[in-house]
């Protein structure tokens, strides 16, 4: 029996710091509702969807809680997880949690996976937290690990009414492990929330190759490891940074099936045709037959290329 | 002191089986001579360059052993290495190899770096060997596994007159694992050559993208890993096969420097800054500060997926 599951990459334009989180629910639920409209069952949402990309800025203390949900949902969040349900359609959406663990306060870029039930399915912490703690000379300030611990959940897998979902956010899908490590716990589907500044400071001759190399490891992550991706952007210019859309559906031939157009508020959709995957992996990844775990053991033993170089 | 190599990929086109040895060095001669005349300082030829593709047919015991190299150089591929030592330039070949290991005949798909004084720098044995030993129904036949043992010296990468090279062939460039293995261990440069059928029986709704499927995990694999590309190819009507062109040079960035038109005797060459990989190192890929080693740890523990999912 075929098996479709129609995917929804439900782009965002910028959320200002100055919006209300109930303001950006509501845009969240309206695109909610446009995908549902649309057929999608299952639908993305960006990283960090609910605020502004605070990283980009050094902030007080006490500035900082109102920008993490401390509970997912919350009172505020809860309309799109009603949302849900009323429309019989799932979600994926990327937010800053704040989380109290043995007493002590900890904080992780993450993303959470709802069924159509309206009720959680799945929770990722972003594993490759990319940028610094303090702003570096000559660089785009960027300070994702400032505000977030590395993701401390590895890269789980979810059910979802007979799919299997992996989950990963922004940096994660520019390093081919991401998709080699869900698609060996069994994805099928990877839905990808991201927020790309167009222009970094230490990088301005690389300025055009942005969306590139958005696609790129993203296509190149679909066909090597036979997966659907659907990835959302935050996109325009949020509180002064211009970050980058093309929010996608990837299939596992590594084409894009369907891309956004803009840099506001979009939904692209497409139905994913998920016995593609095994049609891709019978050309040329029967990765069973043909991986050969027992000769990796660089990519588990060392994080770099040696400092030093000797030739075998 | 800024740092550049000038590439060649050296593209053929077919070599039928009724082709001499002697005439298809002289080939070669030619391709390397045009690749020193535009600067070229080290160049690469495709896969198996020295005989037709033979895993197309199931062959007699018999028959085979003149399809290997038993030595290389050897009295008729004696001339190319004298041509590279004549014309100061460096190159990589792929070759069958025959060999004695404790008085038993072992073979391999093989690779062999040659510098520019005409001698050996380093040697390959294809790591992903697709295929099967005997004809499956449904499938174009490919006899590999039939012709070549795996692999034994995994991704070693060598000292070229101070750059370091990696290589690699045909299908191991469908894998993310190649790439970063060989980046792992010190690669800046990696060589690849390949023979690929545009048409697979098995496949024919996937034809189309044989050419996107030959340079998608070339373009991410140096993207992903800061690498220089050249990669060669056998191309065109080879003994009533069509294999696919498209060699190329591909930057850290992961563009298409150069590529080949024709499914002929070709040469692309480009100048390679080998400066541009510390470059693109810096804007995404500091390796050692956010790479997660130790949590990617099923790759080298499984194969492929688990035939039975449990959601965590």
New interface residues.
Partial sequence: MARWLTLAACQTGPVQRASTRAHTVARLVALLEQAASAGAELAVFPELALTTFFPRWVLQPAEIDALYEAEMPGPVTQPLYDAARRLGIGFAIGFAERVMVDGKVRRFNSMELVGPDGQRS?RYRK????GSTEPEAGTTVHLERRYFE?GDL??????YGGT?IGLALC?DR????T???L?????EVVLIGYNTPQM?S??P??AH?RM??NH??M???A??NTLWIAAAAKAGLEDGQALIGGSCIVAP???IAAQALSLDDEVVVHRADLDLIA??Q?????????????????????????AA?T??
């Fill in positions: 799945g594993m490759h937290v990319p590395p590895g890269f789980p897998v979810f059910d299997r940096n520019r390093w081919p492990e998709y080699r490590m698609c060996l716990a069994g994805a970094l230490e990088a001759a690389l190759l590139f190399h790129l490891p296509q190149a992550g066909y090597q031939t590594g084409e049609a891709c019978a050309v040329n990844f029967d990765f069973a037959r043909y991986r050969r775990p027992n000769d990796y053991g660089l990519i588990v033993e060392r994080a770099g290329p040696p170089f030739s075998p």
